[in-house]
């Protein structure tokens, strides 16, 4: 049975390498409450050849509160065309297994543009080159869309800005849900996404409950300022890195939050490490966080 409180739940991430099966298997044997999923491993399932009801099957009763992910969420022009292809495939995913929602990333996701490095110019740069007021409108334009074609599918959107990208703070994602303004799209909280945009514990526990709909905890080697490189940064065990993981959590829950709890994880040596045994220790170290 599900909890109906602070749900502790297993990212796809955390067996970056497995099949959405060893997932689902993973969150029964380590006690997880659901697992957030991964879209692509929904995917794989289905270009396999399992049928519709046979992946129901191997989902089973597991709990998923979202799967990921939709990039690049402010696409314009023929790429805002492929952006709502991808997103009907993506929510025909989740209804697919029954999941509640889809996370949706702002982009460009490349790092070079960030950077502004001259090896990026045939990269997709997004909404870089335009004043803030614009990126709001028209990334806040699309998620209406988005959310509208969601709503038709029961999901919910729930947002993560990246922190390389533009609008990267919590103020400025609060500009595009409210700009947006649509009941079904919520905020994700994102611990290292938090942290390397300039965003504290004590902004996160301002935050309307109302509008969080789950949070991935996750630590970070230290950030000096400059572009996060997410790869280099997220490369350590979570409860390793440089975060207060109780100091963050208690931040959240500063707001009267009491939704799902999601372990993403980037370290490396871990997803080479046994899955079950990593997720098992991650499912301890949230539990001691929550108070479980």
């Known amino acids: 049975m599900v909890r109906n409180r602070d749900q502790i739940i297993l990212h796809s991430l955390v067996a970056r390498h497995s099949t959405l099966a060893i997932d689902v298997e993973i969150a029964r044997q380590a006690g997880f409450d659901g697992l957030e999923a991964s879209g692509d491993k929904i995917a794989n399932c289905l270009d396999a050849g399992l049928s519709r009801s046979e992946l129901k099957s191997l989902v089973g009763d597991t709990f998923i509160p979202g799967i990921g992910f939709l990039i690049d969420i402010e696409r314009q022009g023929d790429d805002k065309t492929k952006l709502f292809a991808e997103a009907n495939r993506l929510f025909e995913l989740a209804v697919a297994v029954g999941a509640k929602g889809v996370e949706v ?20 740069r997004g909404l870089v080159d335009l004043p803030e007021d614009e990126q709001v409108d028209l990334t806040a334009s699309n998620l209406r869309e988005l959310s509208e074609i969601a709503a038709e599918h029961n999901l919910i959107l729930y947002l993560e800005a990246l922190s390389w990208t533009p609008l990267n703070t919590m103020d400025k994602q609060l500009r595009v849900i409210e700009k947006a303004g649509r009941d079904n799209l919520r905020l994700l ?39 996060p490189d997410e790869p280099v940064l997220r490369d350590v065990p979570t409860g390793e890195g440089v975060l207060n993981l109780q100091e963050w959590t208690d931040a ?41």
């Open 105 to 124: 990333i702002t982009g460009p996701l490349s790092l070079e543009v960030a950077r502004g490095q001259r090896t990026a110019a045939d990269l997709y």
């Open 252 to 292: 959240v829950r500063a707001t009267g939050y009491e939704g799902w709890w999601s372990c993403e994880l980037f370290c490396r040596r871990n997803h080479q490490e046994n899955s079950f045994a990593v997720a098992r220790r991650l499912k301890d170290l949230m539990s001691n966080l929550l108070g479980r």
């Open 189 to 227: 909280v994102d611990f290292w996404h938090c942290y390397t945009s300039g965003d504290t514990p004590e902004r996160i526990a301002k935050l309307d409950k109302e509008l969080l709909y789950g949070i991935h905890v996750c630590d970070s080697l230290t950030f000096d300022g400059g572009v």
